[in-house]
Nanobody, 122 residues
Framework: QVQLTESGGGLVQPGGSLKLSCLGS????????MGWFRQARGKERETVAL????????NYADSVKGRFTITRDMANNTVTLQMNNLEPEDTAVYYC???????????????WGKGTQVTVSS
């Protein structure tokens, strides 16, 4: 069974940091583009950060540029999202996803995790 499992979410104060991890199981994701998406209550899902299968190409939503960093560890079949200087507007459920190419992941990822809640509040 192929799964993506997110971890690392929680409650943090504005200006704080969190690191989300996504562990792939059931298959290797070495040659898959990976990404993080989020959905706040009452809002549509949005793309947060994407990374190519090589790790050499990354893309970020304007709202998180300079604050979030996506990386991948092929050896451990994981992708992480380091989130710094968090804002209340970053509160959402964060989902990990995978697809064969960056073009596909932007349109319709093949695999999804179940999500992890991030709440930024004082």
């Amino acid at each position: 069974q192929v799964q993506l499992t997110e971890s690392g979410g929680g409650l943090v104060q504005p200006g704080g940091s969190l690191k989300l991890s996504c562990l792939g199981s059931g298959r290797r994701f070495d040659n898959y583009a990976m990404g993080w998406f989020r959905q706040a209550r009452g809002k549509e899902r949005e793309t947060v950060a994407l990374i190519s299968w090589t790790g050499r190409w990354t893309n970020y939503a304007d709202s998180v540029k300079g604050r979030f960093t996506i990386t991948r560890d092929m050896a451990n079949n994981t992708v992480t999202l380091q989130m710094n200087n968090l804002e209340p507007e970053d509160t959402a459920v964060y989902y990990c996803a995978a697809a064969p190419t960056v073009q596909i992941i932007m349109r319709d990822p093949e695999f999804w995790g179940k999500g992890t809640q991030v709440t930024v509040s004082s």
